[in-house]
């Protein structure tokens, strides 16, 4: 069947990095769109960005500008995303998504969810 | 862009229906056709349940209904069961492979 599965936990101190990973299976790993969504505790979800698995083209979302990147490796089907600089503000749950057919501008709804990976960042 | 607007709680009695509204902008809900609802509980991944304002993903009940008029998106769940208590999010496309999200709308069933 479809699914993501994702990393573990991860606690981090402030200043420091984050890299969650996401792998795909059960569909054609380049063909669909991974975005990644973020919960804070008790907060609503933030779209963060998405990248698409054929070329690794990339867009994120303006308030993650300068600390973000997604990388995926097509050899064994994971999507990656990196968040630099972190802060206590990072603290939350963080998704991958599939989203539509690349061939498409990425408009399309998020029809399968990772499991989520809760990072929290503390000094 | 800034987070849709929803409204922070909506509730029901069993049977009944309820609407959620989201609001937005022609730069998003209003400019495409492209809005989504998911459905998530405490603790769980979210689940959609509407995509393209209208359609249905396989598996979720045709009790959850979406629709579009402007700016505004809004989900109807009708026959309310004490399992559709949840919090809802809308999302909508936003541009140049951009989405964004509503603030979501806890609801309860009486």
């Known amino acids: 069947q479809v699914q993501l599965v994702q990393s573990g936990a991860e606690v981090k101190k402030p200043g420091a990095s984050v890299r969650v990973s996401c792998k795909a299976s059960?569909?054609?790993?380049?063909?669909?769109?991974i975005h990644w969504v973020r919960q804070a505790p008790g907060q609503g979800l933030e779209w963060m960005g998405v990248?698409?698995?054929?070329?690794?083209?990339?867009d994120y979302a303006q308030s993650f500008q300068g600390r973000l990147t997604m990388t995926r490796d097509t050899s064994t089907s994971t999507v990656y995303t990196e968040l630099s600089s972190l802060r206590s503000g990072d603290t939350a749950v963080y998704y991958c998504a599939r989203g539509g057919l690349v061939v498409v501008p990425a408009v399309h709804g998020l029809d399968v969810w990772g499991q989520g990976t809760t990072v929290t960042v503390s000094s | 862009q800034s987070a849709l607007t929803q409204p922070p709680s909506a509730s029901g009695s069993p049977g009944q229906s309820v609407t959620i509204s989201c609001t937005g902008t022609?730069?998003?809900?209003?400019?495409?056709?492209?809005v989504s609802w998911y459905q998530q509980y405490p603790g769980k991944a979210p689940k959609l349940v509407i995509y393209e304002v209208s359609k249905w993903p396989s598996g979720v009940p045709d009790r959850f209904s979406g629709s579009k008029s402007g700016n505004t998106a809004s989900l109807t769940v009708s026959g309310l069961q004490a399992e559709d208590e949840a919090d809802y999010y809308c999302?909508?496309?936003?541009?140049?492979?951009?989405?964004?999200f509503g603030g979501g709308t806890k609801l309860t069933v009486l």
């Open positions: 990248i698409n698995p054929s070329g690794g083209a990339t």
């Open positions: 022609s730069s998003d809900v209003g400019g495409y056709n492209y």
């Open positions: 999302s909508s496309y936003a541009g140049n492979n951009n989405l964004v």
């Open positions: 059960g569909y054609t790993f380049t063909s669909y769109y």
